[in-house]
Structure formats: structure tokens, C-alpha cells
């Protein structure tokens, strides 16, 4: 069965805790990509990586780091500089040159 | 900077409906335009447009493209429960295949 995976489904972090949310994918998909989705907001790109050991900043990365060691995952650590990260973390991937991103169902993120 | 705008923000139909949504765009060396639904979790794939005036259908959605007026339109006929959602239009930025995404509209359908 292919596609994306995300966990945790909820996240509860205490302010200044790290948190490291996991996105894997078996599509053999080269890109991958990390947004935030606020209520009532479209999607904002956090990271994306189009290859294994590299990865560029989205428009809003300020406290928030990625890596890419596998093609297959993709994980995004949400640190204690991120001032408000509560939100909806949506992950996705796509084949390299082409448009079309395939989506993760999501990781709730809630900082009490 | 690239920019993607819907509307409208919400709207609420009525089953049978016919409801139209749009979405303009200001983008460099614009290639293409996608269409998403998102439910509760996940936005699902619908369509990817880039050629002005073909329309794209899948049973009771449609979308076509304008190039001259930089907008797509979104049309459900015939609306069910089932498709209230959230609809989310996306534009690839010039270099790479990164995504700027609209606002979304969200669209109830009542019983």
C-alpha cells in the first residue's frame, strides 16, 4: 500500500521542549516538503529537500530544522525558538520535475 | 513575491447546489495551477491545469484556467454532503516544484 505516513496524529509539547514530528514515504518520491496550515489559513512551506543530504528553507523556517538522510524520510524537529509553533503539520511528496504533491494525513501539534 | 488568492472564504449551499469557486494568481513564468480538497486531514489531489480554456472534469467537479485573467474557477454541480471541505488552489514558484498555496475557501453543504 503506498503512500505517506505522519506521526504522531496529536502532539502535546511543554513550552521549550524540542519535538521531532516523523513523515516517511514508499511512492520513491525524490521530493519531499514540510508546511503549516493555521485555522482558517492555506499552507505555508516550512522546508523541502528534492534529494537525499540536502534541504533548502521554505518561507517560514525560523525555528524549525529538517533532515534527509533516507530518501524515504523526512523528519521536521519544531524547537524551543519556534515562538508559536501550535498548528496543523502537513507533510508531502512528489516525483522529481513535476508539480504535483502527494499529501500525509497531518500531526496536530498543541503547546500547553 | 508569488501570490495566490480565493475566494470566496466560505460559503454555505444547500444539497443540489451548484457552487463556483475561484482562485487568481501572480506568479513568475507561471507553468501550472492545482486544485486540492482537504476534508479533515489530508488534501487530496483534484487537478492540475496548464492550458487556458480546457476544462478538466471528474464526475460533478470541473476546473478550467484563464491565462489572459491569471484565475481558475472551480465548479461542483450538484453538491452533496460529501463534499463540503475545505478547497485549496496552488501555484508552482518558477525554480523547483515548491508550492504557493491560496487561503482555501470552505465550502458546507446542508442536508
Known amino acids: 500500500d503506498g503512500g505517506i505516513t505522519q506521526s504522531p496524529k496529536y502532539l502535546f509539547r511543554k513550552e521549550g521542549q524540542n519535538v521531532t514530528l516523523s513523515c516517511e514515504q514508499n511512492l520513491n518520491h525524490d521530493a519531499m516538503y514540510w508546511y503549516r496550515q493555521d485555522p482558517g489559513q492555506g499552507l505555508r512551506l516550512i522546508y523541502y529537500?528534492?534529494?537525499?543530504?540536502?534541504?533548502q528553507k521554505g518561507d517560514i523556517a525560523e525555528g524549525y530544522s529538517v533532515s534527509r538522510e533516507k530518501k524515504e524520510s523526512f523528519p521536521l524537529t519544531v524547537t524551543s525558538a519556534q515562538k508559536n509553533p501550535t498548528a496543523f503539520y502537513l507533510c508531502?511528496?512528489?516525483?522529481?520535475?513535476?508539480?504535483?504533491?502527494?499529501f500525509g494525513p497531518g500531526t496536530r501539534l498543541t503547546v500547553l | 513575491e508569488d501570490k495566490v488568492v480565493q475566494s470566496p472564504l466560505s460559503l454555505v449551499v444547500h444539497e443540489g447546489d451548484t457552487v463556483t469557486l475561484n482562485c487568481s494568481y501572480e506568479?513568475?513564468?507561471?507553468?501550472?495551477l492545482l486544485w486540492y480538497k482537504q476534508e479533515k486531514k489530508a488534501p487530496t489531489f483534484l487537478f492540475m491545469l496548464?492550458?487556458?480554456?480546457i476544462e478538466k472534469k471528474s464526475g460533478r467537479l470541473s476546473s478550467i484556467l484563464d491565462k489572459k485573467e491569471l484565475s481558475s474557477i472551480l465548479n461542483i454541480t450538484a453538491t452533496q454532503t460529501g463534499d463540503s471541505a475545505i478547497y485549496l488552489c496552488?501555484?508552482?514558484?518558477?525554480?523547483?516544484?515548491?508550492?504557493?498555496f491560496g487561503g482555501g475557501t470552505r465550502v458546507l453543504v446542508k442536508p
Open positions: 529537500s528534492q534529494i537525499v543530504n540536502d534541504f
Open positions: 496552488a501555484v508552482p514558484k518558477a525554480a523547483g516544484n515548491k508550492l504557493t
Open positions: 506568479v513568475t513564468n507561471f507553468r501550472s
Open positions: 496548464t492550458s487556458s480554456g
Open positions: 508531502a511528496s512528489s516525483l522529481a520535475g513535476l508539480d504535483t504533491q502527494y
